[in-house]
């Protein structure tokens, strides 16, 4: 299982950047897949879902309405457009998968994850 996240850069407060993950090694068609994000200093985070069928998605509160998660099977792509961006949104973010319980927010629960592409939030 390979997943390489890419997209992360420098963006001004209130702007907005899409990161990517191409998953390759598995049945990306029948995966949910999740992202999160961790800051210098803190704990890893959730911040989005999305079922392999993309039917539901799920988010932090703190990010809720800004975010959006989505994918392309035909492209074993997931992506998190990002809008409204605070400078509190620096972080790296990770795309994550391999989850088999309901506990999508808990880091714990996911067997494979992204290297992370960093995104920082300042002006």
């Known amino acids: 299982v390979q997943l390489q996240a890419s997209g992360g850069g420098l963006v001004q407060p209130g702007g907005s950047l899409t990161v990517s993950c191409a998953a390759s090694g598995f049945t990306f068609s029948s995966a949910a897949m999740s992202w999160f994000r961790q800051a210098p200093g803190k704990a890893r985070e959730f911040v989005a879902a999305i079922t392999w069928s993309a039917s539901r998605t799920s988010y932090a509160d703190s990010v809720k309405g800004r975010f959006t998660v989505s994918r392309d099977n035909s492209k074993n792509t997931v992506y998190l457009q990002m809008n409204s961006l605070k400078p509190e949104d620096t972080a790296v973010y990770y795309c994550?998968?391999?989850?088999?319980?309901?506990?999508?927010?808990?880091?714990?629960?996911?067997?494979?994850w992204g290297q992370g592409t960093l995104v920082t939030v300042s002006s």
């Open positions: 994550a998968t391999g989850i088999t319980t309901s506990k999508r927010s808990d880091p714990s629960q996911y067997d494979y």
